[in-house]
């Protein structure tokens, strides 16, 4: 009703802004649709319509002017590659690029340190000057093609075909926004491809996994997360995964700018987690952080890190590592 009356010509007013501004855009009403109808498109697009008419939450307002004026979420002015303990790995030419994502670079840097020190092994290296991907932007509204532009620029001038990425919403930002003349690959799909070089032993855990809605729903992506973890430890299933997954709350702007709804959500999450599991594994940032502050804390870990507590020697155990 508010996207017919916006389409109409009436005006928004708080509640309206409000009731679009609260979706978290998991997909799970699409899934679910049986006349097939995709509400999170009309959402994201009721949402642009506004925010053309100058119409936006305060979050809306914040969350975009930190992203184009540091090119980061956090508005965070200090070096994106400051977790990058040794560039002897950095190449100006590869076939693989790490998109290391604002979370990972600025929040989550020693996930972001562990994954480039796998991937690096099989000859991916990093852009000189990531920005964000634009995911943030095009949840809430707003047009994303300076970073497209940015972003898109480098990965050319590296000559990089493949993109891999351990974001879920840099995920579906990177597929479907980006040009397609790059292979856009996640962490669990590249890990899961190269699991018989990995050299990893069986661990003595049960773990659940989260299926991180951008990665998930939105793209499908739900067996090679699993096959890694069934690798390498037991895996109980939650009440409710795969495509019918809950989300964790935090995205499409929600977590910025609803905290206690995006908490609420988080929580109602955390109830589906199987009893004596030992970890809750999860392969987006974003999820994590959510995750743990509904209070989950240190039980959820990226599926990196799970990776890494089964290298047979440790890191140096890697392929190419010297």
Not at 147 to 168: D, L, P, S, W, Y
Not at 174 to 194: G, N, Q, R
Not at 197 to 202: T, V
Not at 285 to 301: F, M, Q, T, W
Request: glycine share 10%; aromatic share 6%.
């Amino acid at each position: 009703m508010i996207m017919k009356g916006l389409h109409d010509g009436l005006e928004a007013d708080v509640d309206a802004v409000d009731s679009l501004n609260t979706c978290t855009t998991c997909g799970i009403c699409t899934e679910s649709c049986p006349a097939g109808v995709n509400p999170v498109d009309l959402v994201e697009s009721a949402r642009r319509e506004l925010v053309s008419r100058g119409v936006m939450t305060a979050a809306q307002a914040t969350l975009s002017k930190n992203i184009f004026a540091s090119g980061n979420t956090f508005g965070d002015g200090s070096s994106r590659r400051a977790w990058l303990k040794d560039s002897g790995f950095l190449k100006e030419k590869a076939d693989f690029v790490y998109f290391v994502g604002c979370m990972n670079s600025y929040r989550f840097t020693e996930n972001a340190a562990r994954t480039f020190d796998i991937l690096s092994r099989f000859g991916a290296t990093l852009l000189q000057d990531e920005q964000c991907c634009g995911s943030p932007l095009m949840r809430i509204g707003f047009d994303a093609s300076k970073f497209r532009e940015a972003n898109t620029r480098q990965i050319k001038k590296i000559g990089a075909h493949t993109i891999i990425t351990g974001c879920a919403g840099c995920y579906t930002a990177l597929k479907k926004s980006y040009s397609k003349e790059f292979d856009v690959v996640s962490v669990p799909e590249f890990l899961a491809e190269h699991i018989s070089e990995l050299g990893l032993r069986h661990l003595d855990l049960t773990v659940t996994y989260h299926d991180p809605c951008h990665l998930g729903r939105h793209n499908k992506i739900y067996n090679q997360p699993r096959q890694v973890i069934e690798a390498i430890c037991g895996l109980k299933e939650m009440k409710s995964s795969r495509q019918n997954a809950r989300c964790c709350g935090g995205g499409g702007g929600v977590r910025a700018g609803y905290k206690d709804l995006s908490q609420k959500i988080a929580y109602r999450r955390l109830q589906d987690v199987p009893e004596d599991v030992d970890y809750i594994v999860t392969s987006c940032p974003l999820c994590i952080r959510n995750l743990s502050d509904a209070g989950a804390g240190e039980k959820v870990i990226d599926l990196v890190d799970l990776v890494v507590k089964a290298l047979a020697a440790g890191p140096n155990s890697l392929p190419g590592k010297k």
